[in-house]
Structures are given as C-alpha cells and as structure tokens.
T-cell receptor
Framework: DAGVIQSPRHEVTEMGQEVTLRCKPI?????LFWYRQTMMRGLELLIYFNNNVPIDDSGMPEDRFSAKMPNASFSTLKIQPSEPRDSAVYFCASTWGTGQPQHFGDGTRLSIL | AQSVTQLGSHVSVSEGALVLLRCNYS??????LFWYVQYPNQGLQLLLK??????LVKGINGFEAEFKKSETSFHLTKPSAHMSDAAEYFCAVSDHDAGKSTFGDGTTLTVKP
C-alpha cells in the first residue's frame, strides 16, 4: 500500500522565494495534517483538514503560510515569502475519521538560505 | 492548556533488556494519550493510544503503555529490546481524539548489542 507521499523530499532555496510543499494522503483517509519539526520547538501542528475543509489553522505561524486541500487526494503548504527561520522538516499526515494521525509521510526537509 | 514531559532525552538499553520510556502529562480535562515512533529520516508512526476504558494499552511491535491518572503518567514499556527498536519516541496528549495535540520533546532510544 502506498503511504502518505510528500514532495519534494528536500528543498533548498533563497529567502524571499515562494516554496510549495505537496502531499498526497493515503487513499480513503479524510483527515490531513501538516506539521513542522525543528530542534528548537519540536513537533508543531500547523493545520489540519477534515473532508477537505480546514478545521484548525491556529498553528499556522503567520500570513506568509497558507495551506489548501482542493480535493481528497492532494494538499499543498505554501510559504511566501520564505525566511531562514522557516527552515525545518515539514510532515504531512493522514487518517480516517477525526482521530489523531496514524500515518505520516517521510517529510520535506526545507532549508532557506 | 496541556503539556507533556518526557523524562530523559536519551535512553540506552542492552538488547533483550526492558525498555521504559517515561511520559508525564498535564491536562485540565481527561486526556487522550499517544505514543509515536520516528525512525531516522522518516515520519512518525503511531504505536498506541489511550482514549477511554482499559488503562493498559497494547500497541504494535510489542510495546505497551499504562495510563495512571493518579501519577499523571503514560510510560511506554517493552519487555525485551530489539536492535530494530532504536529510534526516537514521542509522547503526545490531546483533550480529545481529534485534531490538535501537544507533543513531548522526544526520547532517543539506543539499543546496544
């Protein structure tokens, strides 16, 4: 079975550039989560969707961050403009129902220079 | 507000020895508690969860955890460590089974041959 698929796995870009992270959840899952992991702050929930609708985006750091889920099989997390402090590993996760995520992708390691 | 404290950022055991990873939580409402495992360069995987009912919860890979309300603890154990258990383990608490949860800082488990 295909798990949660994230792309790209690695992204290095210069500050000020737009960054788009992509996620394909497990087929049939109707909840999708975006997390950020850093050494300083650990694992933080940015936003989660249920049935393609954002339920809680209180973890989104600021207006530079936006997330969309246009359909059940695809989501994006966009940072515009990017800053060095956005450097982190970003995880997407999905699950069936409204429970905690069971399946995480392997993450996108983002470096903003 | 909720919080999680994982005692010991690094735990080392010998292969075949008992694994004990400690987690204490703070919650103003009955908590939902979770343990996740993260292998290098991978996303998190749900090991087990406590929502309601039986306080001893069995998970995957031979792990189990016991919810002790009086001690506000949810320690993770495994009777006999295997080399493949070497990973980082995260405890998390939520005030319900859905959506936002607070993660601990993680405990890195090393298994010595």
């Amino acid at each position: 079975d295909a798990g949660v698929i994230q792309s790209p796995r690695h992204e290095v870009t210069e500050m000020g550039q737009e960054v788009t992270l992509r996620c394909k959840p497990i087929s049939g899952h109707n909840s999708l989560f975006w997390y950020r992991q850093t050494m300083m702050r650990g694992l933080e929930l940015l936003i989660y969707f249920n049935n393609n609708v954002p339920i809680d985006d209180s973890g989104m750091p600021e207006d530079r961050f936006s997330a969309k889920m246009p359909n059940a099989s695809f989501s994006t997390l966009k940072i515009q403009p990017s800053e060095p402090r956005d450097s982190a590993v970003y995880f997407c996760a999905s699950t069936w129902g409204t429970g905690q995520p069971q399946h995480f992708g392997d993450g996108t390691r983002l470096s903003i220079l | 507000a909720q919080s999680v404290t994982q005692l010991g950022s690094h735990v080392s055991v010998s292969e075949g020895a008992l694994v004990l990873l400690r987690c204490n939580y703070s919650s103003s409402v009955p908590p939902y508690l979770f343990w996740y495992v993260q292998y290098p360069n991978q996303g998190l995987q749900l090991l087990l969860k406590y929502t309601t009912g039986a306080t001893l919860v069995k998970g995957i890979n031979g792990f189990e955890a016991e919810f002790k309300k009086s001690e506000t603890s949810f320690h993770l154990t495994k009777p006999s460590a295997h080399m493949s258990d070497a990973a980082e383990y995260f405890c998390a608490v939520s005030d319900h089974d859905a959506g936002k949860s607070t993660f601990g800082d993680g405990t890195t488990l090393t298994v010595k041959p």
